[in-house]
């Protein structure tokens, strides 16, 4: 049997795998493998589909705003919209959230101050008793996950791609040439290069291969969906966030989908929702709003994955040019995935930007694995 070679291999199948290997796909043969026998089981399918243009530092907050019009082009070419209109309320209850929309104003300038009665009549469930102002981001959406992520493997498979379904990437050998893949169930793969976007588990996919880890921490964040007693006129209401992020709630149909904003280290898994979390979200929720949440229909917990200064980690291994990283897209993997893919196949191919990730204004350095040298762990 003639071994399978490709030009790159992309390890993990959630939105970094499959957008950066359906951009690779234009110019060279991409294989992308994933572990489970369903994509879209981990922190993908987990999400809260928020995009959220005045959340997360500068690089973040850049690349969310550079993918909006390549969002709007994917919806013009899928004819559906991926980002449906949903604004982002930052909420002042106390001096710890006070300071935090201080913050947020100064780094936002789209960012609108609001009263407390302004605030109270774009979600009229804030008590105007406890929420003393805010600000509010007219920019924020709701995204479309499962078709965004679809759309990215469809492009990898029609420009040539393949996508290898429940196959766990075990060691990655380098060779004269570039790389052995050895994965067990459809044999050895040979490669010139290798990505990985393995998520939570890049640290064990970059061991695995010879190279040193990036001290990735997956932290688990809870989300849980709870009726309540104004469902017939919610539903355009805007996201509610705390500044300080201690809580979060958006409508989803009938009921509020509501995160305690948890943030707990955890070792790669296959994460389960956090009761104590959820009732000291229900009960924050009582004491700044009306909505009267006492039940739980379905939660669920995923994992959001940062190095130490929460930024993404893009590009190749200083001393080991072949292989790349794109990883530590903590809570914001979504909605900066459109330019972030432009990003990491530029920087994979050429080590460097092109005219096309130029645009976005984010330099290299701040993003490529180099930097993490010279951070604390
Ligand atoms: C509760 C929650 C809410 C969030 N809300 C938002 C939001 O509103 N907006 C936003 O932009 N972001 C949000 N995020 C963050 C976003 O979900 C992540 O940043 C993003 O999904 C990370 O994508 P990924 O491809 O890196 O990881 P994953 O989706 O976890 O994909 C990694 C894949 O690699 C596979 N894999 C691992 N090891 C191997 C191996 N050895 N061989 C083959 N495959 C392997 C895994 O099976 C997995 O499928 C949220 C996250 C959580 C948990």
């Known amino acids: 049997m003639r071994p399978l070679t490709c030009d790159v291999a992309v390890i993990g199948s959630g939105i970094g795998g499959a957008s950066v290997a359906a951009e690779l796909a234009r110019d060279c043969s991409v294989f992308l493998f994933e572990a489970e026998p369903t ?36 919806s013009e070419w899928l004819d559906r919209d991926l980002l449906v209109p949903r604004a982002l309320l930052w909420t002042v209850s106390d001096a710890e959230s006070e300071r ?23 979600c009229p469930a804030l008590r105007p008793d406890r929420v003393s102002g805010g600000a509010l981001d007219e920019s924020a959406m709701d995204i479309d996950v499962a078709e965004l992520h679809a759309s990215y493997l469809s492009a990898l498979t029609s420009r040539g791609g393949q996508l290898h379904r429940a196959v766990r990437v075990r060691q990655v050998v380098a060779t004269s040439g570039g790389w052995r893949i050895e994965t067990g169930t459809i044999g050895d793969v040979f490669c010139q290069k290798v990505v990985d976007a393995a998520g939570a588990w890049v640290d064990e996919v970059a061991v695995a ?36 992020e201690r809580w979060y709630f958006k409508p989803e149909g009938p009921t ?18 956090d009761e104590l979390a959820i009732s000291v979200a229900l009960d924050a929720l009582d004491d700044v709003t009306s909505l009267g949440l006492r039940s739980v229909t379905h939660s669920w917990a995923g994992l959001r994955s940062f190095v130490s200064d929460r930024l993404p980690v893009v590009g190749a291994w200083p001393t080991t040019p072949s292989f790349c990283f794109l990883a530590g897209q903590g809570g914001y993997g979504i909605q900066m995935a459109p330019a972030l893919a432009i990003l990491a196949a530029d920087l994979v191919l050429n080590g460097t930007t092109t005219s096309r990730s130029d645009a976005f204004g984010v330099a290299p350095a701040d993003v490529l694995p180099t930097r993490l040298t010279r951070l604390d762990p």
């Open 256 to 273: 509020m989908l509501v995160s305690p904003a948890d943030e707990t280290d955890s070792v790669p898994c296959d994460a389960r929702p």
């Open 39 to 74: 994509v879209g089981v981990h922190s993908t399918g987990r999400s809260a589909a928020s995009y959220l243009p005045s959340y997360g530092g500068e690089v973040v907050r850049k690349l969310t705003v550079a993918s909006r019009p390549l969002y709007e082009a994917l």
């Open 100 to 122: 935090a929309v201080a913050k947020l104003l100064g780094t936002s300038s789209h960012l609108v101050p609001l009263d407390t009665a302004q605030m109270v009549e774009l």
């Open 209 to 244: 291969s010879g190279i040193p880890a990036i001290g990735i921490r997956p932290k688990r964040r809870t989300v849980f969906l709870s009726p309540h007693q104004l469902a017939d006129r919610a539903g355009s209401w805007p996201l509610v966030m705390d500044a300080a």
